[in-house]
């Protein structure tokens, strides 16, 4: 009994040794397909992203190719133009000579008397026509140089006029512009840079001038016949921006540079009315307002008094006619 025990237990020994053994086989069997598969796949998605990329470059170069066709069809057929070109001169010229059968003779009896003579070839009359042909390709030749000077010459002096008429139209009109400024000087007179020159031109009697000094404020200053305020004193660029009040409108004038004329319109002036800034400090302004001196209903009064009556004058045909008594003062 103990040795059929025995027995059976060595055969279950084994026999879980050999399943042991069958179980390890197999779950190396197992993860070397694994392997397998996965290098294959690898192996698949590289060849892919391969295939793609030389799919792309074969597309490229199609078409870098198709470019250098077009280019190239089209280098060809400007070559073949040119060819034309050059062979329609020579194909005229050929055939404005005469033929060699014309040149052998003119006599039709004669060739129907012999017509092993007319058969014959004349190399003479066939290696004349060749220098014929290059006397006249060096005739066109120069023909073509002297138009295209011909036409050089007439660009260059259509140029040399444009430039002349473009010269002289900007001296016409700095030489206008000078004109309309000394006008405007004289009319409405010239810009005071100083206290001095400021005075000098009260001297003259014929305009007011008021002088003002501007701090920075959103509050209005009344300045002479205008009403001012100083919103911005730009001392870097000397520049400034003001707000006036004309007319019971307000106005704004920005960026007004140093002694730059502001000329205001008002009802009341028969001149314009000049605002000039001619110091700028920070936050500060110092300048000038230059108005008419007389008002239009001034003018017209002074303009009355000044004329004579016509009753007074003495008749144009009177032979002992004299000359109308002066007002008395």
Do not use: C
């Not at 069958?22 to 197992?30: D, E, Q, S, T, Y």
């Not at 005229?92 to 039709?108: F, H, R």
């Amino acid at each position: 009994m103990d040795e059929n025990q025995e027995s059976n237990h060595n055969n279950g020994n084994g026999w879980a040794a050999m399943r042991a053994d069958a179980n390890r086989w197999l779950v190396i069997a197992v993860v070397a397909l694994l392997g397998i598969t996965v290098v294959t796949f690898v192996y698949g998605f590289h060849q892919q992203s391969m295939v793609r990329q030389l799919t792309a470059q074969t597309a490229t170069a199609n078409a870098a190719m198709n470019q250098m066709q077009g280019q190239l069809n089209a280098v060809t057929t400007k070559l073949n133009d040119l060819s034309e070109a050059k062979s329609s001169p020579q194909a005229t010229t050929e055939s404005t000579q005469p033929s060699g059968a014309v040149a052998s003779g003119p006599d039709e009896n004669i060739s129907a008397k012999a017509p092993e003579a007319a058969s014959t070839p004349t190399p003479v009359t066939s290696a004349k026509p060749a220098p014929a042909k290059k006397h006249i390709a060096k005739r066109r030749a120069p023909a073509v140089d002297k138009k295209y000077e011909q036409l050089q010459s007439q660009l260059s002096e259509q140029q040399k006029q444009l430039k002349e008429t473009q010269d002289e139209v900007a001296k016409n009109r700095s030489d206008l512009e000078g004109t309309i400024n000394s006008t405007r000087d004289d009319l409405n007179g010239s810009i005071a840079k100083t206290h001095e020159e400021l005075v000098a031109l009260e001297k003259r009697g014929e305009r007011s001038y008021f002088e003002f000094d501007l701090s920075k404020s959103k509050q209005f200053q009344r300045v002479g016949p205008l009403t001012l305020s100083l919103r911005k004193a730009d001392t870097k660029h000397k520049s400034y921006d003001v707000a006036m009040i004309v007319d019971d409108n307000e106005l704004q004038k920005k960026k007004v540079n140093l002694y730059e004329p502001i000329w205001i319109h008002t009802e009341t002036d028969s001149q314009p009315v000049q605002i000039i800034v001619n110091r700028i400090d920070k936050d500060t302004v110092h300048g000038y307002i230059s108005a008419p001196k007389y008002k239009p209903s001034e003018l017209t009064a002074i303009g009355s008094a000044n004329v004579t009556p016509v009753s007074t004058k003495s008749p144009a045909n009177a032979p002992n006619s004299q000359q109308p008594q002066q007002p008395q003062q």
